[in-house]
């Protein structure tokens, strides 16, 4: 439904009958039925097919498009014309029209050799290669295997399959309404879907358990529910003084029933226990069940996956000020760790349910021993410490399940009956900043956790459904968050903002970015900037659905770089392709980062191998024994990485060449992925050689790596080995950014090479700063030396030099 009295009824074919279909509403309500116009399906198919048996391809057309000689040249390209060969050829290209007074680009021709089995996929495309992109969940679409969404043309379904409706009153989406085809043996009957309308109902009412001084008030946004039941008790026992209450409908009522139900009850709750019960239509649409437990999504503390929630008095967890300043984007360099592998096998004095927390945590980093300390990184990035969907308290988990949007983690807790999470998570990231390392957040909020209580709540308005009721399930996780719903969205800033607000973390990193949507992603933007000006989102910026590296480009997100990834691997092997290192070095500029710090480069998270398990020359896949090449791979892979444009992402380990024994998805493994520091002094070079480089990074020299604006192309200059990848880079060839200059050269080969560089070019004393093994230091590091032409390298070797002027 379009609005809560009209909507368009979809038949499963075409339907050319003279007289309208035989289609009746439940509860006896009056409808008129008429046929859609043709453009009507078209608007979000891109094509229709007419009565006469022609097919429409066409494009919405801004006004002041009018003139023919002002239109874009668009192309239709898919099945039928080769796809890329279209372009170019003036038989395909939109030309401007009007459909029904609207100004559009249009393509018209016979319909029949467009209509085939399987059905023929296309596309619009532009004259300069960029394919417009293809609404995620829109009619008539389809993913391929890569992951690219195509249109597609059903010649069933073409237009004549649409017919809308209109109502004699509102209907109260609190019930069960059902669309019924009159006729046949048996009566066939679908769900009414309330559509767009539905998904913008919104209130600006507070939301949770909220303490006002010596009352407190309950609301929950629920507007399918018919009954909503508040159950408290003192003490988290069963039973013990259980009281439940009968909410009542309270906010907006312009649609003939309130989407908030409320209770207020006369004293300050603090540290009480609750839950809802909601009931509610029994349709396709809805999980609604009485006997179900569900944790309120708003409450900021809990005892587990399954709730209860705790009511929390905001005037007790006030955030302590600090005076710590986020690094600016292109000086950071992130590392990414999980809370209980950090701690698990740290070297510090702590009980085994503090390692098991924020406490063990916290200790670590304030030792003097601490890993990111010697290691030296500005910036943190925390695998999910919001309350996830681990069923014990020892149980590990690497938390991408989310129960919870505003309670930390209860089995980082110490004791979360008593709220130490709150407290705890606070410390813990102000010892990070008392370290000089900012703090972000790996949230996810494209799917929930099990149990799914925003299931329970109302599974129509939060989640992503198809026409019979089943879950979208881009995720790979069983369900997808209809993030553009309004309250959905609402609930992400409101998280986010809480996380900033209460623990003062420094950002983001939105798991699977893309499923949210980037409309949704710019209104985070916006929202979370106006809380904290230089607050750091990153995405990810795929899911099985598709990649949105590319339309992010102009917002203020950055993402991570998938390609970037395959890229280095492929590289330290001795593949990819000058062409290829050339645009990574860079940072991916233009097509994926509008501007430097807008690509995340990285070899390894904490999804499938490690990086030396994936690399290694060891038959059985583990580099736990890494041969002498893996070693100086992991070197070569060092030096790209921290001289690449961008920002620098690791894994926690890598630096000491971690390995799970070549044993893929570990999350529920806390034996795999828990730290071995011990592995620091096994292999300390390379410890040392990432160590060192990140303090090059971030050194005064280093800054020629660290972009704020985008370069000029003359500010590089590359010479490759010949019938090789060896290459040498020339940092500020042009001395745009000062008269200092940096040199790097790489050799992924096996076997010695020449570089032929060029003498003018580089003529002038300079310093060799590291090698493929160490960095100078003391008295080496100041000896002055003229590079010689051509520059050799050793084998899986490299070399950095920075200009004496």
Same mark, same amino acid.
């Given at each position: ?84 060969? @279209? ?119 507070? %939301? ?192 991408? %399940? ?35 390392? @900012? ?367």
């Amino acid at each position: 439904m379009d609005t809560p009295t009209s909507g368009v009824c979809e038949l499963d074919h075409d339907w050319k009958a003279k007289q309208l279909p035989p289609v009746r509403m439940s509860g006896g309500l009056q409808i008129q039925l008429k046929r859609v116009a043709d453009q009507s399906f078209g608007n979000e198919s891109g094509y229709f097919i007419t009565r006469e048996g022609q097919i429409y391809f066409f494009l919405p057309r801004m006004e002041e498009d009018e003139k023919p000689d002002t239109a874009p040249s668009v192309y239709v390209a898919g099945d039928f014309n080769g796809w890329g060969d @279209a372009i170019g050829d003036d038989y395909w290209r939109l030309k401007p029209a009007s459909l029904d007074g609207r100004p559009v680009y249009l393509w018209v021709g016979e319909a029949e050799p467009f209509v085939a089995s399987p059905a023929k996929r296309f596309k619009f495309v532009t004259s300069g290669g960029h394919w417009l992109p293809v609404p995620a969940g829109g009619t008539a679409t389809v993913v391929d295997v890569d992951g690219n969404r195509n249109r597609i043309i059903d010649g069933d379904r073409s237009g004549f399959h649409l017919f809308a409706f209109e109502l004699e009153e509102v209907i109260d989406p609190s019930k069960p309404w059902r669309m019924h085809w009159q006729g046949g043996e048996a009566d066939q009957s679908v769900p009414v879907r309330p559509g767009r309308y539905f998904h913008e109902l919104t209130t600006d009412l507070p %939301m949770g358990a909220v303490v006002e001084r010596l009352q407190t008030v309950f609301r929950i946004f629920a507007p399918r529910a018919q009954r909503v039941e508040l159950c408290l008790q003192e003490r988290n026992e069963e039973p013990f003084q259980l009281v439940r209450h009968a909410m009542k409908r309270g906010g907006d009522e312009s649609v003939g029933h309130g989407p908030v139900w409320e209770l207020t009850l006369p004293a300050n709750l603090h540290g009480w226990f609750y839950w809802y019960h909601i009931d509610g239509p029994k349709d396709e649409f809805g999980l609604f069940d009485p006997k179900q437990r569900i944790l309120d999504p708003y409450a900021l503390a809990t005892m587990g996956r399954e709730g209860p929630g705790i009511v929390v008095d905001r005037e007790r967890i006030k955030r302590r000020p600090s005076d710590f300043k986020t690094p600016a984007w292109q000086d950071l360099i992130i590392c990414e760790a999980h809370v209980r592998d950090l701690a698990a096998m740290a070297p510090i004095q702590a009980t085994e349910a503090e390692r098991r927390g924020f406490v063990g945590m916290k200790k670590w980093v304030d030792s003097p021993a601490s890993y990111f300390s010697r290691l030296g990184v500005n910036c943190v990035e925390l695998q999910p410490v919001q309350e996830f969907d681990n069923e014990g308290k020892e149980d590990y988990h690497w938390g991408y %399940m989310t129960n919870s949007y505003f309670a930390p983690e209860s089995s980082y807790a110490q004791d979360p009956q008593k709220l130490t999470g709150i407290g705890e998570l606070q410390d813990l990231v102000e010892a990070f900043h008392r370290r000089g390392i @900012a703090v972000v957040l790996d949230v996810v909020y494209n799917h929930v956790g099990v149990p799914g209580h925003l299931m329970f709540i109302d599974k129509l308005y939060y989640f992503t459904l198809d026409a019979g009721g089943a879950f979208s399930n881009w995720s790979g996780c069983g369900n997808d968050l209809r993030a553009d719903a309004a309250m959905a969205t609402r609930l992400i800033i409101e998280s986010c903002t809480h996380l900033i607000e209460t623990f003062g973390v420094d950002g983001f990193r939105f798991d699977l970015a893309e499923l949210l949507g980037t409309a949704v992603l710019k209104k985070i933007e916006v929202a979370l900037k106006k809380v904290k000006s230089d607050v750091i989102l990153i995405a990810e910026p795929w899911s099985f659905r598709g990649h949105i590296a590319g339309e992010l480009a102009e917002t203020g997100w950055a993402s991570w770089n998938d390609g970037y990834r395959r890229f280095l691997k492929d590289y330290v092997g001795g593949g990819s392709s000058q062409e290829t290192f050339e645009y990574y070095l860079k940072g991916s500029p233009w097509h994926f980062a509008h501007w430097p710090a807008q690509s995340v480069n990285y070899v390894e998270s904490h999804d499938d191998c490690t990086w030396i398990d994936e690399i290694t020359e060891n038959t059985d896949g583990s580099g736990h024994l890494p041969t002498a090449n893996d070693r100086r791979r992991t070197h070569l892979m060092a030096a790209v990485l921290f001289s690449s444009i961008g920002v620098p992402m690791m894994a926690a380990g890598q630096d000491f060449l971690r390995s799970k024994h070549g044993i893929t998805n570990t999350y529920l493994r806390g034996d795999l992925n828990a730290l071995d520091y011990r592995r620091m002094e096994r292999f300390p070079g390379t410890h040392a050689y990432f160590a060192d480089w990140i303090a090059f990074r971030k050194s005064a020299a280093g800054r020629l790596f660290r972009h704020f604006s985008r370069a000029s192309e003359s500010f590089f200059q590359f010479w490759f080995g010949p019938d090789s990848m060896a290459v040498a880079v020339l940092f500020n060839a042009d001395k745009s950014r000062g008269s200092e200059r940096l040199l790097l050269a790489i050799n992924p080969q096996l076997e010695d090479v020449e570089v032929e560089i060029e003498v003018n070019a580089t003529k002038g004393s300079w310093v060799r700063v590291a090698d493929q093994e160490r960095f100078t230091h003391g008295d080496e590091a100041r000896l002055a030396v003229t590079l010689p032409d051509p520059l050799w390298l050793p084998a899986l070797g490299c070399g950095l030099w920075r200009s004496v002027e």
